[in-house]
């Protein structure tokens, strides 16, 4: 064996190997996208509808709500997301003058749109997903702020400002600097139907998610729902703004890896740690090793074989 032949040998493991990560495709949603300039010639969008105190610089942002108070404002899609596996990112910052500020925002995944309330500016008692960027502690003892959490709504359920939503919490995690970060702040939030709700935030380091939270069996959504965005300020104010939404269909390749059979597997596990890619990264760099301490091992017995076969022959 030459060392040609071991190179070629260990850059076709490396690809197969790379290959075996990637294990789900993905389709741009662009009825579920938003980027600048947002809004088209005749200064609507195609895909989305506004209201309330929202304004849109189309170099920059769509401001939910300004730095002022009593402000409520609202971005929500014209058409529901019907994708079964769906990927949304949203680059979005929450800034300010005040030392004291308030409220927050919310990501909506509901039957409904565009209605203006009292939770982060939009409709209580609403049916499918909100996330709560909650800037403001009213009552969570022993709970760091900014707290981002889920909260899943059937209609019925009211969410208790008050209490900051302690009851009716699904998942959440502690946020601290992510008001005001140095870097983009991201949220991206995976939904594999009937398998698994996972939720990273990018608020620290530019490329280092962090999971918030990671459901296995999650309520299921609704099968006619909007994705939305609402903020809300009252006597405490800042500006909300949106920067760009960026959404996916997530698919399995035929018989891959990442067939339905494995998908669960692949996105299970509830709380934070180390997420399921970086075990899968972990594994991958293992085999590797692997790879590469048994192709030297085979070539070095065979460089020594071939020595005491030429030593004989004189």
Request: proline share 4%; with cysteine.
């Amino acid at each position: 064996m030459r060392l040609s032949s071991l190179s070629a040998v260990l850059a076709t493991a490396f690809a197969w190997a790379a290959a075996a990560q990637d294990d789900f495709r993905s389709i741009s949603l662009k009825t579920h996208t938003l980027e600048q300039p947002y809004l088209d010639s005749d200064m609507n969008s195609r895909w989305f509808d506004f209201g309330g105190d929202t304004i849109i610089r189309t170099d920059s942002y769509i401001r939910l709500t300004s730095d002022r108070p009593s402000q409520n404002g609202w971005l929500f899609s014209r058409v529901p997301l019907t994708a079964t596996n769906w990927e949304v990112e949203v680059e979005f910052k929450i800034h300010g003058k005040n030392q004291l500020y308030g409220d927050g925002f919310a990501m909506w995944i509901t039957k409904q749109r565009g209605q203006i309330g009292p939770v982060f500016g939009h409709a209580d008692k609403f049916e499918g997903l909100g996330i709560f960027v909650d800037t403001y502690k009213n009552n969570r003892p022993g709970v760091v702020f900014p707290y981002v959490m889920a909260m899943f709504g059937d209609g019925q359920k009211s969410y208790d400002k008050n209490n900051d939503g302690k009851e009716t919490e699904l998942a959440g995690c502690s946020a601290r600097g992510l008001r005001h970060s140095s870097i983009p702040t991201k949220l991206r939030l995976t939904y594999f139907q009937d398998k698994s709700l996972k939720l990273e935030l990018q608020y620290k380091t530019v490329g280092d998610w962090l999971v918030c939270f990671e459901l296995e069996n999650p309520p299921a959504i609704p099968n006619i729902a909007y994705l939305g965005f609402s903020a809300e300020t009252g006597e405490l104010s800042d500006h909300h703004d949106i920067i760009s939404v960026n959404s996916k269909n997530l698919y399995n390749s035929p018989g891959g890896p990442g067939s339905k059979a494995n998908a669960k597997n692949q996105y299970k596990g509830k709380g934070k740690g180390l997420s399921q890619s970086g075990r899968g990264w972990i594994w991958f760099f293992t085999k590797i090793f692997l790879i590469i301490l048994v192709a030297g091992g085979a070539y070095v017995g065979f460089t020594v074989y071939r020595t005491k076969t030429k030593s004989h022959r004189f």
